[in-house]
């Protein structure tokens, strides 16, 4: 199956600070996607991003399918930022994810 | 427009039990998949549902089934429980006309014992 790596594991940032999350896959794939994991468990879209760059607010995803890699960036992170973020990959009917980075913001 | 719902939130069951987990997909959607998400691991691909079939199966004993009904709402049936079944079991609907991106909904812990 598809094997996708994220790094780094585990990141402490000062809030106010910008960070850069990368999502790694070893396989061409129909969609990818990145998540945000709240403290009760759901799991929070915030990017479908086959290719290209979008933006939402402070956070922003670039994946260039041709090389295999996709980057999350958190700029200006405030401590509602915290928690794991999950990279995950659509290809033969399933979502393969990511270990996860887990992020926190302190004050 | 309604998001995914899951039922029941927390479970508790004894070792060589059985359970049922329940989805109802966001609407407009038609392909329910789910997964099982131990703890400090990424979620696992259990299987996937799709106008009524499964679509797709990841690697988990058959002891592990499912449904998909004609309103593509969804039951995950674990039969004879173990002790490792203990997790997050999310549920997740998407459509072909969206390019599959997946909604989850909020889980459902389940705790054996």
Do not use: M
């Amino acid at each position: 199956g598809i094997q996708v790596e994220q790094s780094p594991p585990d990141l402490i940032l000062q809030e106010g600070a910008n960070s850069t999350l990368r999502c790694n896959f070893s396989d061409s794939v129909n969609n990818l996607q990145w998540f945000h994991q709240n403290p009760w468990g759901q799991l929070i879209n915030l990017f479908y991003i086959p290719s290209g760059t979008k933006q939402n607010g402070r956070l922003s995803a670039t994946t260039v399918a041709t090389e295999r890699y996709s980057l999350l960036y958190i700029s200006s992170s405030q401590t509602t930022d915290s928690g794991v973020y999950f990279c995950a990959v659509y290809g033969n009917n399933r979502l393969a994810f990511g270990k996860g980075n887990q992020v926190v913001v302190i004050p | 427009e309604t998001g995914v719902t899951q039922s029941p939130t927390h479970l508790i069951k004894t070792r060589g039990q059985q359970v049922t987990l329940r989805c109802s997909s966001q609407s407009g959607h038609n392909t329910v998949s789910w997964y099982q998400q131990a703890l400090g691991q990424g979620p696992q691909f259990i299987f996937q549902y799709y106008r009524e079939e499964e679509n797709g199966r990841g690697n988990f004993p058959p002891r592990f089934s499912g449904l998909q009904f004609p309103n593509y709402s969804s039951e995950l049936n674990v039969n004879a429980l173990e002790l490792d079944d203990s997790a997050l079991y999310l549920c997740a609907s998407s459509s072909s006309t969206s390019g599959y991106e997946q909604y989850f909904g909020p889980g459902t812990r389940l705790t054996v014992t």
